[in-house]
């Protein structure tokens, strides 16, 4: 039972008392679990999201001024923009063929 199940649940007990300073006491508590609850929702997804950058960064490899992501099997994908990924945490693929450079990087238009 999570925290605002079970002040819900202690809400219904109290409904019993007639007492108005206890039931307004008693929603303002039911009030704060709902926050609490969704507050520890929202952190709960911005842990997993900050682990998955945590892997991401963890698995890349730099080389060539130029991010790479080995894979398992031996190959790799890439390459990936340093610019992006250093400033931004944005995994971004460059392209071939839109510059005098030999790779490009559509986002921040610079060149590898
Ligand atoms: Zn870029």
Known sequence: MGLYEAVKDTANLLRKIDDHELHRSVANLQLEAAEATNREATL??????LENLLDVRASLEFRDNMYWMPQKEGSEKGPYCQPCWDSAARLVFL???YAYSKYSCLVCKNGF
């Open 95 to 97: 392209c071939t063929g």
């Open 44 to 49: 709960t997804q911005r842990v997993a999201e």
